[in-house]
């Protein structure tokens, strides 16, 4: 039931880059959840996937390795994983470039129909803001 009020009003960019990353069974992630937390020693990550474990051992800053595998593949990897992000950055950017234009190319029509998740937001001077939103804000130049 949490699914399905988490993509009301979603915008259709995110939609999108989630699609990518497919989506695991519930109960798998609650029964491996679970499991971490009961073994005598948990990690102190819990990841699903090949993207998971990249986003775990990229992001692995201060928190402690759980064994040894872990601290060779933080050190040896991390900047050859970077490289890899760098990709995922790209198709996300380009997801939300497509849908900006498609956006676009719909305010040009002008029909009047608000689309879902949008929200016409307005600056001071009246003019519609769309970029932070629809882009979250991500620092990227359009």
């Known amino acids: 039931p949490g699914y ?6 979603k915008p259709r960019e ?23 937390a009961l073994r005598p020693n948990p990690p102190f990550n819990v990841y699903f996937g090949l993207e998971g474990w990249m986003l775990s051992t990229l992001t692995a800053g201060m928190g402690p390795p759980h064994g040894t595998l872990d601290v060779i593949c933080q050190v040896f990897l ?9 990709f995922y950055l790209w198709d996300f950017r380009r997801i939300v470039e497509r849908c900006r234009r ?19 937001d307005a600056d001071a001077d009246g003019n519609t803001i769309k970029g932070e939103w629809l882009c979250g ?3 990227w130049e359009t």
């Not at 399905?4 to 009003?9: L, Y």
């Not at 991390?78 to 760098?86: A, D, E, I, P, Y």
């Not at 498609?102 to 016409?120: C, F, P, Q, Y």
Request: a negative charge; aromatic letters at 4%; glycine letters at 16%.
């Open 4 to 9: 399905e009020a988490e993509q009301v009003g």
């Open 137 to 139: 804000g991500a620092g």
């Open 102 to 120: 498609e956006l676009e190319a719909d305010d040009s029509s002008n029909t009047g129909v608000k689309r879902n998740g949008d929200r016409g």
């Open 14 to 36: 995110t939609h999108l880059i989630s699609e990518a990353a497919g989506l695991y069974q519930p109960n798998d992630v609650a029964r491996d959840m679970v499991g971490a």
């Open 78 to 86: 991390m900047g050859l994983l970077r490289f890899v992000s760098l």
